[in-house]
């Protein structure tokens, strides 16, 4: 009959194509923090008083960067978890890729976390 190869076969390729899609979305996510971080830090960023709408604004911007470390905390450990997940035998770029955006994750989850222990110690500071 030899339905039973051929349904190994296409069970190996959708596993293939679904260790695919997690390497691809895992490494999107590892990624996408760093886009917008390193483009800011070679742009020099010039100090303004802030009135009337600048006044507003910064309120909001509060707000923003909850939601932003949220976002990124989120993502970053979402694309260490599906890029472990992606890891195949056979496929050894992949997998080297794979390994660079985990150290990359890490790192972004240890500089939030290097920035939430100078924000505590900075705010339970005694002079």
């Known amino acids: 009959m030899g339905g039973g190869a051929e349904a190994g076969e296409s069970g190996e390729v959708g596993m293939d194509d679904l260790k695919k899609k997690r390497f691809l979305w895992g490494v999107l996510l590892a990624w996408a ?8 830090a070679f742009r ?16 909001l911007v509060e707000l923003f960067v ?13 694309a260490i978890v599906l890029l472990c997940r992606a890891f195949s035998p056979g496929h050894w770029i992949r997998s080297l890729f794979s390994v660079l955006s985990i150290c ?12 939430f222990w100078l924000s505590w110690s900075q705010a339970h500071r005694r002079f």
């Open 104 to 115: 990359l994750s890490g790192s972004m989850l240890l500089l939030v976390g290097l920035f």
């Open 44 to 59: 020099g960023i010039s100090e303004k008083k802030a009135t009337g709408l600048g006044a507003v604004a910064g309120g």
């Open 33 to 40: 923090p760093w886009i917008p971080t390193l483009g800011y």
């Open 66 to 78: 909850v939601c932003g470390i949220a976002a990124i905390l989120i993502g970053q450990v979402a």
